[in-house]
C-alpha cells in the first residue's frame, strides 16, 4: 500500500468500505469508473449492498459503461439504484429496468462527457474510482480502463478511491488522460496518428476531494464472451475478402486503417479472424480491448491497439496482467471522450465493426431493443463510431433463437442507426456494401446476400408488395404490416408466416 501511494498527506484517509459507503446519502448522483466489466469500483458497492439491508435509500448511477456484478446485479437487485447510464450489460440490472423498476438512460458514450460539463445529471455527489495508484504529484492512475472517470473527477464535490492493490504496478504508464476544455474555449485535439499520446498517465485532482481510500483486492469480473464458431469465422473471412476488394479498388492497403471492433462474441470473433490473414501493422483503435487484440498483438499483426478498456476472458486475463511489461509499450487506454471522438474517428479513418440486433431491408439497425420495447445492453459507442468512421460495418447473424426470429426485418422495431450510417452489412450468408446506393437498390443485395435462406420469399413478397401499393415510392412499405413480424413473434413465437405463392 505504501508503494502505490504517493501522496503520504492521504495515508489518514484510508477507511474500510463501510465507512466510506456510509458517507454516500439517499438521493445522491455517484459517479462510478468501470466500462465493461473492467476498471470498476467493487468493494465500496458492495457495502453499500450490505448497509441497504437495513435501511431505505436510493441512487442515480453514471459509470463509463457496464459494470461487473457488484452493482448491475446485487446493488440493482438491492433496490439502490434508481437510475442508472450510461450504459449496461447484466441480466440482473436489465430486468429490473425492463420491469420498470429503474429508469434507464441509454445514451452515445462520446456524450457523457459534455452533459457532466452542463450539468444535466444534477451536481455529482461522489466519484468511486478504482485506482491502481495515486502518484507523489497526486494523479490518480486508474486500472483496466478510464471510461469516464476524468471527467467525472473534474466535477465531483468528492471522490472515493478504491486502491486496488491486486492490478499489476505495470498499468502505470499506459494509461493517456486527455480532457478537453469547455465548449468555445476548446483548441482542436491534438491527434492526428492513433498512436499518439496527448496526455498524462494519470487523473489530476485536487487532493482536498479525496474523502476516504479503501484497500481492495477484488480482480475484475471476466468477461464472458464465447470462442469463435462456424458462423462467425464465416462473417469473419467475409470481412477480410471485402478488405481485399477493398485493396484492389485502391481504397485501402493491407495495413487497413485504425480499426474498432464492439464489444461481444461477434466481434471478438470478426477481429479474430485477421490471425491468419496476409493484413500487417494494424492499429486498433477502438473503445474496448478484447481477447482478440492481444492474440493479434503476439502473432505480430496488431502494431499498436488504443481504446479506453481492456476486457478479458479469465485465461486471457492470467495470459496479459501476468506480463503486462510485454504489452506496455503497444497499448494506450484513454477516457471514452477522446476513444469515441467523433472528431478523432473522422480524422483518422476508423474502420468500425459493431453488432446488430436487427436490421431492415433498407439498413436501418436496431441494436438495442429486442421487438422494439425491451432493453437489451444499449447503444454504447456504436453510434458514435458508426456515424463518423470511413467505414460503417454492421455484423449480426441472419438469425436468432434458433431460426424463429430473422435478423433481417420488413422495418427495424426500433432504430439506433439510421440508413444514413450503415455503409456495410455483415451476416454469415454474405455481405452488403450499400455505399452510394439508394433504397431500393439496397434491398436488393440485403435480402439476396444477407438474408437467412427460410425467410428471403417472405423478405421479397413483402417488399413486392409494398412497390405496389406505394406506387413504387422512394422507400416503399405497408405502415400496416411493417412491424407485424415483430407481433407474429410475440403472439406464435415465430416470424416465419406461410408465403402466398405467386
Ligand atoms: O441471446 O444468448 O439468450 O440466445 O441476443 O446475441 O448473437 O450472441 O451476439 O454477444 O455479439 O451480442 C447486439 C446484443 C449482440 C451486442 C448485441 C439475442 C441472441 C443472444 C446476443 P441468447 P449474440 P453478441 C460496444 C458498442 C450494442 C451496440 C454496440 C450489443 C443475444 O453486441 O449489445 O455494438 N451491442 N455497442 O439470441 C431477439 C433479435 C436478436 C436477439 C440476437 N433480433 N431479437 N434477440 N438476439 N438477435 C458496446 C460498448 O460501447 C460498451
Redesign the pocket.
Known sequence: VQKRLGLKELESKIVTADVAAALISDGDVVGMSG??RAGDAKVVPMALVERAKNEKFKIDVYTG??LGPEVDKYLAEAGVIRKRGP?Q?DAGIRNLINSGDIQYVDAH?SHNAELVRQGIMGPIKYLILEAVAITEDGLIIPTNSVGNSPIFAEYAENIIVELNISHPEALIGIHDIYVPAEQGQREAIPMTDATQRIGEIGIKVDPAKIKAIVISEEPDAPSLIVPPDEETQTMANILLDFFRDEIKAGRLTNKLMPLQS??????NAVLDGFADSEFEDLVVAS??LQDAVFNLIDAGKVKFAAATSITLTEELQKKVYGNLEKYADKICLRPQEISNHPELIRRLGLISI?????LDIYGNVN??H??GTKM???????GDFARNARLGIFV??SY??GGA?S?IVPMVSHVDHTEHDVDVIVTEQGIADLRGLAPKERVQLIIKNCAHPDYKEQLWDYYNRAVEATGNQQTPHILEEALSWHVNLTKNKTMKKEVAKA
Do not use: C, H
Open positions: 466500462f465493461t459503461a457496464s450504459f450489460g458514450l464492439g464489444v461481444g462474441s461477434v466481434a473503445e474496448v459493431n453488432t446488430a440486433l436487427e441494436s438495442t429486442v421487438s437489451m445492453n444499449g447503444i454504447g459507442g456504436s449480426t447473424k436468432a433463437k426470429i435478423s
